[in-house]
């Protein structure tokens, strides 16, 4: 299993950036998908999962209205559109494979830097 | 401020036995059969150790073991390696959302 996490990078807040995952290695569309971040010195933040189908979506409150996950099966990846990006969203962003919404983690990628800053 | 409370840090020596506990509430790490744990070296992938509370996914060593008494769970370590110095989160899910530990820095001396 392989997940591989890319789009972050420096943005000034207000505006957006697309992260993406590529998985491989399993089958994708077995499985439900997240995304999970870290800010700076703290712990683990659940952000946003996906079910197989994208039939079924969640969001933490704090990205809610702000963040949408998609998937493409077709491709094997993940996506995390982030719109009106803020200071505190400034973090490290894993993607992670389960076998449900509510499950734990079975797999994680390295993840990818977001920075937002003026 | 992370929903579930671990401490900042713990030690103990190679050989030595340590536990890291995980403190929640009824509506999380209490309340349902949902309890994980993942060891994160920084730069790494976090990787799953423990899920539904006691269970340990194939190729886990059985040196990591979890429980649960009301609304604390707990990782133990046994035989404690120089590999096993490594951050180490717990997750529950919680009320339609997942939660997860500030993380627990293990220093192995």
């Known amino acids: 299993v392989q997940l591989v996490e890319s789009g972050g990078g420096l943005v000034q807040p207000g505006r957006s950036l697309r992260l993406s995952c590529a998985a491989s290695g399993f089958t994708f569309d077995d499985y439900a998908m997240h995304w999970v971040r870290q800010a700076p010195g703290k712990g683990l933040e659940w952000v946003s999962g996906?079910?197989?189908?994208?039939?079924?979506?969640d969001y933490a409150a704090s990205v809610k209205g702000r963040f949408t996950i998609s998937r493409d099966n077709s491709k094997n990846s993940l996506y995390l559109q982030m719109n009106s990006l803020r200071p505190e969203d400034t973090a490290f962003y894993f993607c992670?494979?389960?076998?449900?919404?509510?499950?734990?983690?079975?797999?994680w990628g390295q993840g990818t830097l977001v920075s937002v800053s003026s | 401020q992370s929903a579930l409370t671990q401490p900042a840090s713990v030690s103990g020596s190679p050989g030595q036995s340590i536990t890291i506990p995980c403190s929640g509430t009824s509506s999380a790490v209490g309340g349902y059969n949902y309890v994980s744990w993942y060891q994160h070296h920084p730069g790494e992938a976090p990787k799953l150790l423990i899920y539904?509370?006691?269970y340990r996914p194939s190729g886990v060593s059985d040196r990591f073991s979890g429980s649960r008494s009301g609304n604390t769970a707990s990782l133990t370590i046994s035989g404690l390696r120089a590999e096993d110095e490594a951050d180490y989160f717990c997750g529950s899910y919680s009320r339609d959302t997942i939660v997860f530990g500030g993380g627990t820095k293990l220093t192995v001396l």
């Open positions: 992670a494979k389960s076998s449900g919404l509510r499950s734990h983690f079975d797999n």
């Open positions: 539904d509370v006691t």
């Open positions: 996906i079910n197989w189908s994208s039939g079924s979506v």
